[in-house]
């Protein structure tokens, strides 16, 4: 796998947040950042009708937009961080196709994303819901900057943890991540406690005590061999009870990065990005990255 980070650009806040989450990045981690465009003309806009005369499709000013934006950009970002390795490119396909065969030569991909709230663009909605679902590598999605890049706050990388389908490849992401950043990491996993004696929507408080303390021991036990390995990144356990999406929301509040697990599904029909994944795309307020596993 080449050491390549990739950032898909639409022209929006939010994907010019993510483009300067990508730079930053790339710095850290000493990676090449290719920021990516893809745009694509239709030439039956450009029919005369009514013999009205239309503009030929090199002087039309969308299409020079589209060239001009990931150029731009990247200058942009190579003046505000010196040492950054980046290029530029735009590409005449449909965002999802570019994007998912750039990842197959990146270790990273980076996409804006407005959560729940805004209008849908290129990078948001269906389209990231697809390549996030389709990626082989990790993806990160990034909210537009609500807080001037000037004050620097180190906050902590937050991991949601699947005991059951736990996956090497996603702890470690998040374990380096913290490292990188010289930040604390915050491990959430929720469980579920069965109805008491069959009542909808109550539990009982002993089987719920006892199902955290065995969480917490789980926890424990499976991340030990990490934290012998990073022994510089301070870590924090949260064993939970219910389901981990709104924990991971609220922990978003104060985190510099969420970091959550996908299952690779082969699917006939539709894609799929899993219920907490979900939840945590649509209403996390720091970056999320999405790492696939079998």
């Known amino acids: 796998m080449s050491h390549i980070i990739v950032v898909g650009l639409d022209g929006s806040p939010e994907s010019l947040a993510a483009a300067d989450w990508a ?49 731009e950009t990247a200058e942009r970002l190579a003046a505000i961080h010196p040492g950054l390795s980046v290029s530029a490119e735009r590409v005449a396909e449909q965002p999802v196709t570019v994007l998912t065969a750039m ?7 980076v996409l804006g994303s407005r959560g729940l709230s805004g209008v849908a663009g290129f990078l948001t909605g269906s389209v990231a819901q697809a390549v996030v679902a389709r990626s082989r590598i990790p993806v990160v999605l990034v909210r537009a900057a609500e807080v001037s890049e000037e004050v620097h706050e ?39 406690v069965p109805p008491y004696h069959g009542h909808s929507g109550a539990t009982d408080p002993a089987a719920e005590a006892e199902l955290l303390v065995e969480t917490q021991r789980r926890l424990t036990d499976v991340l030990q061999p990490w934290r012998e390995k990073f022994p510089c990144v301070p870590v924090h356990e949260q064993a939970v009870v219910g389901g981990a999406g709104p924990h991971l929301v609220d922990a978003s509040r104060n985190a510099d990065l969420v970091v959550i697990g996908r299952r690779s599904r082969q699917s006939p029909v539709g894609v799929h990005i899993g219920p907490v994944t979900q939840a ?3 209403h996390s307020v720091a970056p999320v990255a999405v790492v696939p596993h079998d």
Not at 171 to 185: G, H, M, N, P, S
């Open 23 to 71: 730079a930053r990045e790339a710095l850290r981690t000493d990676a090449h950042l290719r920021v990516v465009h893809a745009w694509q003309w239709h030439p039956y806009i450009y029919a005369p009708l009514a013999g009205v005369s239309v503009p030929s499709p090199e002087d039309d000013p969308q299409r020079a937009w589209a060239e001009r934006l990931p150029h």
């Open 103 to 109: 990842a197959e030569e990146a270790e990273l991909l």
């Open 154 to 192: 180190t906050r902590d990388v937050v991991l949601g943890l699947d005991l059951e389908h736990s996956d090497a490849s996603v702890i470690e992401f998040a374990f380096q991540a913290a490292a990188r950043r010289v930040a604390d990491l915050r491990v959430v996993h929720g469980g579920s």
């Open 280 to 282: 945590v795309l649509h």
